[in-house]
């Protein structure tokens, strides 16, 4: 007798919906994932890599000069100095990352806090590690934090809090005022942090991502996880890191070494390579996107669909009540693919309990721009 552990979970939507999309030839604004070409000098080094015979495992914490990289970036970035052979952990991916994070701290019965909308791998793994998910919507419209709720959800068996800025889905941002108002909520509990910093390098609008790795009193119990996927326009690479107190990390270590045991070898070369000759990369990211995603809401402008202000990530949501207010999100997800054409993610699966009258949907703007140009045309026909 087969007993599921994840008995509720199907397949995740943004495979549905990618797959949607190819069956119904729909410009695929779903998933999370750049149309174009990353940097030619990192697919050079990848090869070069490659045919040099960087084909075996790599050490299991991940390679030293990647992890250098990683440190000094942070170093420049956020202003801490990492010890990176104690502090720094290569890994296959962010979803590998936040996964072994959560094995290594949760135990059966504990309770994991989770902020609606949330990324749709943070349940699944409390859960598989026997912890129990609470869930505290964010505020609408702005997608803030509800000071009230996420003090109430704390209990003596909270051992972990989940944060994910710049936030996926909505693009919003935590601020140094709100990591200080967390640090101070977080000192009567026994409780870890887990930062979801996946596109950290993604801020807009002259903003600043404020890490928790530039707060001393919250990188004291924190993994922060990043994606290089995110950062240099390769999502198919699988390749993320984790920085982390000395403690905490070799906790994850011990879960990561029999999870997967290492990164890709050739690819965490190729990345190194590239983070040292090229830092520029991420000064001029934030330019690069933000102008994908001006022309993106310029170019809906005529339509009927309202841009909801985005200062983060790739996605930007937009609000559809004024084309069909009858249908849901997942709905109206299905009815855009197949009636316009394009393809989007519905934000209620990103929620426990979605709110009754959600009418956005997600579409990701990291694409070229005639891509956009086209999925805007077919949206304002709408
Ligand atoms: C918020 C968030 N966390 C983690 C990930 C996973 O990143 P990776 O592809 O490196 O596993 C994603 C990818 O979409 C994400 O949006």
């Given amino acids: ?10 397949i995740t939507i943004f495979t549905r919906m990618t797959q949607l999309a190819q069956e119904t030839g729909a410009i695929n604004l779903s998933q999370g994932f750049p149309d174009f070409a990353p940097p030619a ?6 090869m070069r890599h490659l045919r040099d015979g960087q084909n075996q495992y790599a050490p299991m914490t991940g390679i030293a000069s990647l992890r250098e990289q990683v440190a000094h970036k942070i170093a420049r970035r956020y202003g801490r100095q990492l010890d990176s052979q104690r502090e720094v952990t290569i890994v296959p991916g962010a979803t590998e990352a936040i996964f072994c994070a959560i094995q290594a701290v949760v135990q059966p019965g504990d309770e994991v806090i989770l902020l609606d909308p949330s990324y749709d791998s943070y349940a699944p793994s409390v859960h598989l590690a026997g912890g129990r998910c609470v869930h505290v919507p964010l505020q609408q419209p702005d997608f803030s934090i509800d000071w009230q709720r996420l003090q109430a959800a704390f209990s003596p068996r909270t051992r972990l809090l989940i944060i994910n800025s710049p936030h996926n889905p909505s693009g919003a941002l935590i601020s140094r005022a709100d990591l200080d108002q967390l640090a101070a909520l977080l000192r009567g509990h026994d409780a870890w942090l887990l930062s979801d ?4 390098h993604l801020v807009y609008d002259g903003q600043l991502h404020a890490s928790v790795l530039a707060h001393d009193a919250l990188y004291q119990r924190a993994f922060v996880v990043s994606s290089f996927g995110k950062t240099y326009h390769v999502t198919g ?3 993320g890191y984790v920085a982390a107190p000395p403690a905490l990390t070799d906790e994850l270590r011990k879960v990561h070494q029999y999870v997967n045991f290492c990164g890709v070898t050739p690819l965490q070369h190729a990345l190194a390579d590239f983070m040292a000759a090229h830092p520029e990369h991420l000064d001029e990211l934030p330019h690069f996107y933000q102008a994908k995603r001006d022309l993106f809401c310029q170019l809906l402008q005529p339509s009927k669909l309202r841009c909801v202000p985005a200062p983060g990530t790739y996605f930007q949501l937009a609000d559809y009540s004024a084309i069909r207010d009858d249908l849901d999100d997942v709905a109206m997800a299905e009815w855009l693919t197949r009636e316009a054409g394009v393809a989007a993610i519905p934000i209620s699966v990103f929620y426990r ?5 959600l009418r956005l949907v997600r579409f990701c703007f990291a694409k070229q ?3 956009l140009q086209q999925a805007a045309e077919r949206l304002c026909a709408l």
């Fill in 353 to 357: 309990e979605p709110p009754k009258d």
């Fill in 369 to 371: 721009d005639l891509t």
């Fill in 41 to 46: 000098a990192l697919l050079d080094a990848a």
């Fill in 237 to 239: 690479w699988k390749t």
């Fill in 1 to 10: 007798m087969l007993r599921s552990k994840l008995p509720d979970l199907g």
């Fill in 197 to 200: 910093e996946v596109y950290e």
